[in-house]
């Protein structure tokens, strides 16, 4: 049976978790995502902040829990840089040819989709 020294079944100021260092990454991940957008609005990706918590028992030599690990984790993901041009196929390789109307460049590092 488990032991009771801890009824944890939220996070809290007893369960040793900092809400102040969860909320200050949160930001930083929201403020990266903000500037991402004013840099790049072309690319209509969206921008994304994951909070993952992740809990793992933690047993004794008889297969009992004995404690969890908790592992917080702030992400973000945003789209993609790249570029895409056209180049002219030529007999020893690839020729690149300058930006027309036939010859479109794409992205420019700042407007590629995810």
Same mark, same amino acid.
């Given at each position: 049976?488990?032991?009771?020294?801890? !009824?944890?079944?939220? @996070?809290?100021?007893?369960?040793?978790?900092?809400?102040?260092?969860?909320?200050?990454?949160?930001?930083?991940?929201?403020?990266?995502? =903000?500037?991402?957008?004013?840099?790049?609005?072309?690319? !209509?990706?969206?921008?994304?902040?994951?909070?993952?918590?992740?809990?793992?028992?933690?047993?004794?030599?008889?297969?009992? @829990?004995?404690?969890?690990?908790?592992?917080?984790?702030?992400?973000?993901? @945003?789209?993609?840089?790249?570029?895409?041009?056209?180049?002219?196929?030529?007999?020893?390789?690839?020729?690149?040819?300058?930006?027309?109307?036939?010859?479109?460049?794409?992205?420019? =590092?700042?407007?590629?989709?995810?």
């Amino acid at each position: 049976m488990p032991r009771e020294a801890c !009824k944890c079944e939220s @996070l809290s100021e007893e369960s040793g978790v900092e809400y102040g260092v969860i909320g200050v990454e949160m930001n930083k991940e929201i403020q990266r995502a =903000f500037r991402d957008c004013a840099d790049r609005p072309t690319a !209509k990706s969206g921008r994304k902040i994951t909070l993952t918590i992740e809990i793992k028992p933690l047993t004794d030599e008889r297969g009992q @829990l004995h404690d969890a690990s908790v592992s917080i984790n702030v992400a973000s993901s @945003l789209p993609k840089k790249g570029l895409e041009l056209r180049m002219k196929a030529a007999s020893d390789g690839l020729e690149y040819l300058p930006a027309s109307a036939e010859t479109e460049t794409k992205g420019l =590092f700042n407007e590629s989709e995810e």
